[in-house]
């Protein structure tokens, strides 16, 4: 069992350092809000002051924060994580952040004789408490044979893409789909609705059909009703699209679909919806097709 | 066990014909190429000279072919099934037609007191070998009640969804969705590749996910090899992609990202793509990106 | 002068019948309503009771009506068109058809020993008023030449673009972007005004842009007030776009943005603004973004 | 006549600052590249070694940069025209940058006791050179009405346009309009060529109808023939593209043809012509229909 140490201890972070609690670990946490961590503190979780505090605790710390300026805010700075890196520290940041600040991130790391390891998620609170949530991985692959164990007591598989970086870029090539899906999902369901089916018949048939990823699976109840708390809100939805976006337009990947629902999520916001599940699509569209969502 | 009728023995109704042949129905077919059906004919199913001969052989008639004109030539003129509908007889059509095609013909076959019933399949040649087939079904309640033991021969699952057309319409509702995951899924892979991660790589990632429908699942092989044989052709997806979009004009429910889509299943139309698989979505895209496909 | 016939006696026919009476044409009339043409016939106008009689009075003969079915109305069956039609023969069908069905009846004309030409206007009833209607000409070459004086007194140029159906065609290249540009005037609107500028501001600086096509100048004032009389209608919009899209499908032309416009004209009929002017398209947009139009 | 600054004299702000000394007013300016101001300075024009210096020699300075990190490099820092912004200083910025970047600046000139309005113009070069620029102004409204005569020496109209940002704002509202229009017009050329129409006829016809903006009256000839020298180019498009869609993100306005237009920028640069005019969208439509360009 290892010492190691966990920043960003939200709705995910929480309950991932709470598995790795489980398994066994002892956990040193830091979070902005202390008070979210109650429930962890009281579960035996070492607090610590400061992100680099948490590093300099242990030999492997794993982060996962909002977005890229929230990674900077722990990286950087006197209380940062480079602070308190030096040879034999591997800091693995799961955040989905833009691949140019992951790699920005993990060039400090390495200057310091440390290795970062960017590993975004594949999943949802649900996957994550079924005991399957997956893991991308970017960066030294050595280093990545040695955590693996680690990985593993936190989901069943986890794939090392590349190098530094990769990996977010690969969660952010995935996640253009959500949207995308949603959107053609919608689409289905409004064309069938108003060709007489039940809605409900309609979703039904379609997440039993060849069309439905676990993605669709979990979000068709949602067209129903849009749930009060959003698993992934159309604001962070946007982000992670706008992300993709960005890199299409960097690296010459034009990137049609995304681009289209990516104006459905701001028809979403223009419409007040901003905090909502991304499911919300599926009303931005009844809307239009004058239909009640 | 019953004696049941065939018409359309192509791909996917050649199979279908088998398995209930396999499951000790009596099947009487029809097929424009008769030699097409040589297999069949050799495995003891029955021949007739026309569509007409084959409805007045039985009392159930299923039928399966390309499309709405294809339907109304098997159904209407002298050879018709029409002609040899009457009380007590039952027409399943399969095909994905034009609803309101579809609802023509249940108009005419209820009008010379038989019924007919919409019953499109979910799947592909690999899911009916897998024996997980499933069917949607549009017309008379009373009738899919008493035909579903003959359904559930051919797969595991049928959902009654509505009046005459609905079962087609939802079929399309379905498939608009299969170019456009293709495109959200092929845009996600460029991304990848031009972020320095090997192709197969991101395709494995992607198709282990919460993204990856059992349909990306099938096809993810081919975004690394385009395959010579066409599961469905761009030709075919485009013919239904189209359907949904005359359904979404008339019914007024805009389809945007099934319209982009569309417009690339033409980009690989002119490209030569045409009779290759929708996958060539990949290649379309990756054309734009300036990458090898 | 001339003896001319003129079939479809509507807003913009009966304009173009008047203009060619004006010019000293002796004019024989025909209009599926008897009692929209009565202006003309009072002006003058001879009426003929089908338009094969149209036909038969005279050497030269135009129409201008609907769509394709209506086209085909006027120019097969007892009462049509080719029933006239001889050596010495010409027809000139001024309506926005589909291609194809203006070469099947080019042809058909062709066989009888007449000659057909295409040639749709490209402008409106104000366009015609100003004198500034043009024409673009699709068929053979010297009877364009021999027709081009009489064209001339319609308006002020002509351009011979082709063979048969050639000018059809470009006539819904042409009109594609009708709807794109006001789509994009839109953004550009509802930007500018949630931007903190005033509608009618945005309008002027647009419309005198260099971005104001002559169409977008007429429409300004419409995203101001979506005018109770229709210019050009979502429906008779939509129909020349989707007349476009089977073209780019046929063809291999990938047209993404008409694409685009034509799920927000198809949301403009879910909104019931079918009837409208094709301006709606501000309205729709307006819609999403939260504004009132 | 006034002594007025000029600071970035490319090839817009060159000719603009040559037209206001051709007017009679005093002008000291300054580059980053000296050397490309040569001509001014044979000409006349005073140098100045900062854009502080410029600033503090008289009491309108013009600027027009790339973009906003220019402006802000122009602005800030020990040698920017901050720190010569004073009671009874006037700075006018010409460039199209982002709103937020304009408001901010100017809210630092406020500060300073001094006034700042955006006027970024409308039109091109030949727009200039033809005496037919203009120009929309944000900011304070008294300020505009006294450099008005000023902004006449330029072009032949100026339009207020509302508060600081506005103008950067509409500009940006407008300029969206160029991709989508070349986009929409290719769609239509290759529409009309591929239905056997001459493309130099079809571009003729388009570029004569009431879908003819004057910017795709210029540009009409770039499909048949892409200049080597850009007018615009398009990563220059593709920049002011993104500042709208940025915009439409915050603001809650979906940008549909934008959106799309932007991702064939993209495409434009994944086959590498993003140094070219942004007529290059022609081309890269062209490829995808299988057609050389």
Known sequence: MANIG?????VMGGRIAAR????????????RTKAKAQALL?????????????AASCDITFAMVTDSPALEAIAYGADGVLEAMAPGKVFIDMSTVSPITSQAVAAQVSARGGVMLDSPVSGSVLTLEQGKLTMMVGGDRDTY?????????????ATWVGGNGTAVSMKIALNLSIGVQ??????????????????????????????????????????LR?????????????????????????????L???????????????????????AALFHV???????SA
């Open 226 to 254: 849009l749930p009060d708390e959003a698993w992934f809100n159309v604001k962070m939805m946007q982000k992670d699209t706008t992300l993709a976006l960005e890199m299409g337009r960097t690296l010459g990947v034009p």
């Open 182 to 223: 949603l959107l053609a999902f919608s689409e289905g369901i409004l064309l069938a609705e108003k060709s007489g089916i039940d809605r409900k018949t309609a979703v039904d048939v379609f997440t039993s059909s060849a069309l439905a990823s676990p993605m669709l699976g979990y979000r068709g109840p949602f067209v």
């Open 6 to 10: 966990y920043i960003g201890l939200g």
């Open 42 to 54: 009281d579960a035996g979780m070492r607090w610590a002051a400061t992100p680099r505090e948490v």
């Open 145 to 157: 044979d040695r955590v693996l164990p680690l990985l593993l007591d936190i989901g069943p598989k």
């Open 20 to 31: 790795l609690m489980d398994k066994g670990h002892t956990v040193t946490g830091y979070n």
């Open 285 to 291: 569209l009844a809307h239009l097709a004058g239909v």
């Open 256 to 278: 049609p679909t995304a681009a289209v629902a990516n104006e459905f999520l701001t028809a979403a916001r223009g419409l007040g919806l901003e905090e909502r599940d991304c």
